[in-house]
């Protein structure tokens, strides 16, 4: 039983930055591609960007040259850097691997809220 665990969140004004995290317990992510999600009130949840075993990153076209993610192997971990945040940008985010092959437990998520 994979357990996943996000911090990082909070209240930032627009235009600021975010660093999130991502720790999992119960199975080594090595040799997965993960990816963050996010979702926002009443509204499905999106793949925001997801990073291969080898460290190649992919961006959905929304975030592209605001975020930056990274993984750890070592200390299971996966992270994101948010710069030049939008309103729109504000909603719940978690960690998983790529569609598909998502664990069933999802993690509690952090919330990231973007004031204008």
């Known amino acids: 039983q994979v357990v996943l665990v996000e911090s990082g969140g909070g209240l930032v004004q627009a235009g600021g930055s975010l660093s999130l995290s991502c720790v999992a317990s119960?199975?080594?992510?090595?040799?997965?591609?993960m990816a963050w999600y996010r979702q926002a009130p009443g509204k499905q949840r999106d793949m925001v960007a997801f990073?291969?075993?080898?460290?190649?990153?992919h961006y959905a076209n929304f975030v592209k040259g605001r975020f930056t993610i990274s993984r750890d192997n070592a200390k299971n971990m996966l992270y994101l850097q948010m710069n030049s945040l939008k309103p729109e940008d504000t909603g719940r985010y978690y960690c998983?691997?790529?569609?598909?092959?998502?664990?069933?437990?999802w993690g509690q998520g952090t919330q990231v809220t973007v004031s204008s």
């Open positions: 998983n691997q790529i569609p598909g092959y998502e664990w069933p437990s």
């Open positions: 119960g199975s080594s992510i090595r040799m997965n591609t």
């Open positions: 990073i291969t075993r080898d460290g190649n990153a």
